[in-house]
Nanobody, 117 residues
């Protein structure tokens, strides 16, 4: 059974940092491109950051460039999202997604991030 479990969310003040983790079981992450998405209340789910299968290529939404960093540890089957200089508009549920070259997709259940003073 494939599972993606996000963790590391919580309440943080503006300007603070959080590190999200996406622990994957049932598949080998080195065979999948992994992305982080987020969904704020009443809004669509948007792509935040992606990392390629090899791990050398990353891509970010303009709104998080220079503040967020995506990385992967294939030995631990885990992908991370380091979030710095957090803003209230970063408040959302954050999801990780694993995408295989053949199209199979898996999603986690999400972790809440709230940025508020």
């Amino acid at each position: 059974q494939v599972q993606l479990v996000e963790s590391g969310g919580g309440l943080v003040q503006p300007g603070g940092s959080l590190r999200l983790s996406c622990a994957v079981s049932g598949i080998t992450t080195r065979n999948y491109a992994v992305s982080w998405y987020r969904q704020a209340p009443g809004k669509e789910r948007d792509l935040v950051a992606s990392i390629s299968i090899i791990g050398g290529n990353t891509d970010y939404a303009d709104s998080v460039k220079g503040r967020f960093t995506i990385s992967r540890d294939n030995a631990k089957n885990t992908v991370y999202l380091q979030m710095n200089s957090l803003k209230p508009e970063d408040t959302a549920v954050y999801y990780c997604r694993a995408l295989a070259p053949w199209g199979t997709t898996y999603w986690g259940q999400g972790t809440q991030v709230t940025v508020s003073s």
